[in-house]
C-alpha cells in the first residue's frame, strides 16, 4: 500500500460527528513511515484544557501490541483497498471495549476521514485538512 498519512492534521469541527461534547480544536501529528504508524493528538476542551494522547501501531494484520500512551493494548492494524483499519481492544476495570478506527484519504491527500464502525465509538466520525505547519 502506498498511501501515506504523515503530516499535520487539524479537525474540521462542522464536518466531524462526535459522540459526546464537541472539544474546541483536534490536531493530530501522524509519523507513518512504512508500517510503522505514531499519531499525537491534542484535543482542545471548551473548558481551555488540553489532552494530549499518542498512540503507535504496526500495520502488518496481525495482532500485535500497540501503545497508547506507553501503554500496551492489544492490536491489530491492516489495510482493507485504500483504508487503513485500526484496531484496539481496550480494558476499563473489568469491562473490555473494542475500538475500529477506519481511515481513507481524500483523492488529492488534502482531507483524512477518521470513522469509528460497528464499536465502542460506532457514528463518531472525525474529518482533518492537511495543515502546511503547526
Known sequence: MSLNFSGVWRADLQES????????SIVISIDHLDRRLVETVTV?????????????CLINGERTINLLNGIEIPGRSRWEGEELVIESWMKF???EDYF???????????????EHRNDA???????????ASE
Open 17 to 24: 460527528k462526535f459522540l459526546g461534547p464537541s472539544p474546541t
Open 44 to 56: 482542545t476542551k471548551p473548558d481551555g484544557s488540553e489532552e494530549r494522547v499518542t498512540f503507535e
Open 93 to 95: 476495570g473489568e469491562r
Open 100 to 114: 475500529c478506527d477506519c481511515w481513507s484519504l481524500c483523492p488529492d491527500g488534502r482531507v483524512l476521514t477518521m
Open 121 to 131: 465509538l460506532a457514528g463518531q466520525v472525525t474529518v482533518l485538512e492537511r495543515t
